[in-house]
């Protein structure tokens, strides 16, 4: 298993990654673009046990090429050795499969380059960027984080997605994707620097498209100041071309 995977498998490989081979036990449409797959875990987490916004690579193949894309665990279950995965539904090959999954589909998955480091000290606020996308990443984080209020930039989505926000210590303001994210930026711009002021020890997550992460990382640590220890940016995908996913 894992032969097929081309440059990328080897090299994974060569870093001693794990392959796994996941079955699909059910799915199910949280709304009309978000859907939601339980497998077995072909003993994935006996080996490599569970930790916070802990992901996987899933290999597809297009044009008789492989690919991977990658995706967090939802609900691990070592002792069952189950999981689900949440799919942000849009043109794609990983979508495409998602979207017609059924009981006893397989995929091929490589475990590799995953872990948590938390925050030390604990921050007094999290202040966190996410999207459909990365939502199942942010619920983890939320819920490791439990002992600090959190203030969450969500940029598009709709109303259906399955947050796992507590009222009573995280705040969501919702954001429309506009301009390929500058509206996301433009809005972190003026609402982040006072709140910072309040929380010298806060952790900043983000998550998002690879190019908005990368503008709102380097604002936060260069013009922010925020300490490369206390920020977490991690590009979930790419803004491509229509056709070109």
């Given amino acids: 298993m894992g032969q097929g995977h081309g440059w990328e498998g080897a090299v994974l490989r060569l870093l001693r990654a794990k392959d796994f081979v996941f079955t699909v036990t059910g799915a199910e449409d949280v709304t009309d ?4 797959v339980h497998l077995t875990d072909g003993g ?8 916070p916004t802990m992901w996987v690579r899933l290999w597809f193949a297009a044009a008789g090429k492989p690919h ?4 967090t665990l939802v609900d691990p279950d070592p002792e069952a050795g189950t999981f689900t995965l949440e799919f942000a539904l849009h043109d794609g090959i990983a979508s495409d499969w998602a979207r017609t999954a059924k009981p006893g589909d397989t995929v091929e998955a490589t475990v590799h380059g995953t872990g948590f480091d938390r925050p030390d000290p604990e921050p007094t606020h999290v202040f966190a960027f996410g999207d459909p996308a990365s939502l199942p990443a942010l619920n983890s984080l939320l819920a490791a984080l439990d002992s600090s209020p959190a203030t969450v930039w969500f940029e598009g989505g709709d109303e259906g997605l399955p947050f796992r926000t507590d009222p009573s210590r995280h705040e969501v303001r919702r954001v429309l994707r506009l301009d390929s994210g500058a509206h996301l930026v433009a809005q972190a711009k003026a609402d982040l620097p006072g709140l910072l002021k309040n929380h010298p020890d806060a952790y900043v997550w983000i998550a998002c498209d690879t190019a908005t992460t990368r503008t709102l990382s380097s604002y936060v640590r260069k013009e922010l100041g925020v300490p490369k220890q206390r920020v977490h940016a991690l590009g979930y995908w790419r803004d491509l071309p229509a056709g070109s996913r």
């Fill in 33 to 36: 673009a978000y859907r939601r």
């Fill in 44 to 51: 994935m987490l006996a080996v490599t046990g569970i930790h």
């Fill in 68 to 71: 991977q894309r990658a995706y």
